[in-house]
């Protein structure tokens, strides 16, 4: 059985925020593990001082925070206010456990965030016409800011990986 059909049970009978919710989460759950398994193949006193694939997944973790609380909902992203001071500016590679944190915090607020989304409220458009992008609608926002630009990331995160 290919791939896609065997997580097609994941997506079968959802309307559009169903789907991006299942999206997300899949997309969470490759960052999150593939980010897990490169921390149980490091020696334990070796400290990632410049890992691309702490950058990475950093860079996941930001982009999310910022299209989730900056562009749909308006509010000041998580790393300028709950990790002000100690965000992913200021992480230290030498104790990734805030870092982890701060990911796992971004992905509960999507999730909550993308819980609450009524079916009609995904095609709710958002005004980025300030960023070069017109007007798309929340669905467009999340599959493009989100799915598609950490599925992305996942993809140079493993080959990091491999590379490290």
Same mark, same amino acid.
């Given at each position: 059985?290919? +791939?896609?059909?065997?997580?097609?049970? /994941?997506?079968?009978?959802?309307? +559009?925020?169903?789907?991006?919710?299942?999206?997300?989460? %899949?997309?969470?759950?490759?960052?999150? *593990?593939?980010? !897990?398994?490169? /921390?149980?193949?490091?020696?334990?006193?070796?400290?990632?001082?410049?890992?691309?694939?702490?950058?990475?997944?950093?860079?996941?973790?930001?982009? %999310?925070?910022?299209?989730?609380?900056?562009?749909?909902?308006?509010?000041?992203?998580?790393?300028?206010?709950?990790?002000? =001071?100690? =965000?992913?500016?200021?992480?230290?590679? !030498?104790? @990734?456990?805030? @870092?982890?944190?701060? !990911?796992?915090?971004?992905?509960?607020?999507? *999730? !909550?965030?993308?819980? =609450?989304?009524?079916?009609? *409220?995904?095609?709710? +458009?958002?005004? @980025?016409?300030? /960023?070069?992008?017109?007007?798309?609608?929340?669905?467009?926002?999340?599959?493009?800011?989100?799915?598609?630009?950490?599925?992305?990331?996942? =993809?140079? /995160?493993?080959?990091?990986?491999?590379?490290?």
């Amino acid at each position: 059985m290919a +791939t896609g059909e065997q997580r097609g049970h /994941l997506t079968r009978g959802l309307d +559009t925020a169903g789907l991006l919710r299942a999206q997300v989460r %899949e997309v969470h759950r490759e960052l999150d *593990e593939a980010f !897990a398994e490169w /921390l149980r193949a490091r020696p334990p006193a070796a400290t990632p001082t410049g890992s691309r694939v702490v950058a990475l997944y950093v860079h996941a973790a930001t982009v %999310e925070d910022i299209t989730i609380h900056a562009l749909l909902r308006g509010v000041t992203p998580l790393y300028e206010t709950d990790w002000a =001071g100690n =965000g992913p500016a200021h992480y230290s590679t !030498a104790d @990734l456990i805030p @870092l982890r944190a701060y !990911a796992q915090q971004v992905f509960a607020a999507t *999730e !909550a965030y993308l819980a =609450g989304l009524a079916p009609d *409220e995904a095609s709710r +458009t958002v005004d @980025l016409s300030h /960023l070069g992008q017109g007007q798309p609608t929340v669905a467009w926002v999340v599959s493009r800011f989100i799915v598609l630009q950490l599925a992305q990331i996942y =993809g140079e /995160l493993t080959i990091a990986m491999r590379d490290s």
